[in-house]
């Protein structure tokens, strides 16, 4: 994976030489919506000769407003960290959203914020951001308070599918609901993954279909159960099946696993120690509990042969 720097507020200033340019918001799953507004601030700041720095916020908001329902989270930092890199952003600040920050009041935001970055030249969010205590802040209230600070406001109106805004709750109910390639469609990129190949009791191997196992458990975990999917790493991409989840037929874990298995043919590439990325394509089944091994086997193979024609492999 690609990384990016990553700094708090003061240590920005590294790049104080530029005109900066930020990019404000959650920007959990960095669909299709979030693209649109660091395109529109990468624009921004190559127009300028500027840097682009995206300040998003950890823990969710909802943690401190409603801890006993909080929004999870999709993705992990780390996988957040170089979605921002692919896009080409130059820093991201991840700031604490604590009691304190959260009672700055709307109108005193961008002077807060431009007293930490005096080089700030351009804010941009959705639309439908809302920011200051209470939430009272929207694109209007931030235009306004950009005029006395000789400051770019950008507000990007909702991109459009299906006749319904890209956000992330919308994603974040599909991922739930095992309908990956709809959440793909949405995000605008394949849902993936990353971790390092681990140890099992290798009882795929036992039956047949050798797996790569790693660990993977965001805030918001995919619906459990059995996707095709794409494993890469060292260069390479291979097709493949996986199971996540809690493999209820050989035992009952309480943190799911992944557990990948190439459709080449061949020895796998992959060994233990190696991190590779799996990309969820589409899913083929929820997790089940099958009465003996040999039942396990048999499904296995039907999700073999589904992940074959998910791929168009005959």
Not at 13 to 34: E, P, Q
Not at 52 to 61: A, D, E, G, N
Not at 254 to 268: A, F, N, Q
Request: aromatic fraction near 8%; charged fraction near 20%; glycine fraction near 8%.
């Amino acid at each position: 994976m690609k990384t990016v720097q990553s700094f708090n507020l003061v240590d920005a200033l590294a790049i104080k030489d530029k005109a900066l340019f930020v990019a404000i918001g959650m920007f959990d799953g960095l669909h299709l919506g979030h693209r649109a507004v660091i395109k529109a601030a990468l624009e921004a700041a190559t127009r300028a000769g500027g840097a682009v720095i995206v300040l998003t916020f950890r823990p969710h908001p909802s943690r401190l407003f409603r801890a006993e329902t909080p929004t999870l989270l999709m993705q992990t930092d780390s996988v957040q960290a170089a979605l921002l890199a692919d896009l080409g952003v130059d820093a991201v600040v991840v700031h604490p959203f604590a009691s304190e920050f959260a009672k700055i009041n709307a109108e005193d935001f961008l002077p807060w914020l431009k007293a930490k970055w005096p080089k700030l030249a351009g804010v941009f969010v959705g639309e439908t951001w809302r920011f200051g205590a209470k939430r009272r802040g929207d694109i209007h209230l931030l235009t306004a308070s950009a005029k006395h600070l000789n400051l770019e406001v950008l507000g990007i109106p909702s991109v459009i599918q299906d006749g319904l805004p890209v956000n992330s709750t919308r994603i974040r109910a599909l991922i739930s609901a095992g309908e990956i390639a709809a959440a793909n469609a949405l995000l605008g990129y394949a849902y993936f993954s990353v971790g390092k190949v681990e140890l099992g009791k290798q009882l795929g191997r036992t039956l047949g279909f050798p797996t790569l196992n790693t660990f993977y458990a965001p805030e918001l975990k995919p619906r459990y159960g059995v996707y095709a999917v794409r494993i890469s790493g060292k260069g390479l991409s291979l097709q493949g099946v996986a199971n996540y989840g809690l493999r209820p037929t050989v035992e009952q874990v309480t943190d799911p696993k992944l557990e990948s298995h190439s459709l080449e043919k061949g020895p796998c590439p992959f060994d233990y120690g190696d991190e590779i990325t799996v990309q969820w394509v589409d899913f083929i089944r929820p997790e089940m509990k099958f009465s003996s091994l040999d039942e396990l086997k048999l499904q296995i193979t039907k999700d073999v042969d589904s992940a074959k024609r998910v791929f168009g492999i005959v």
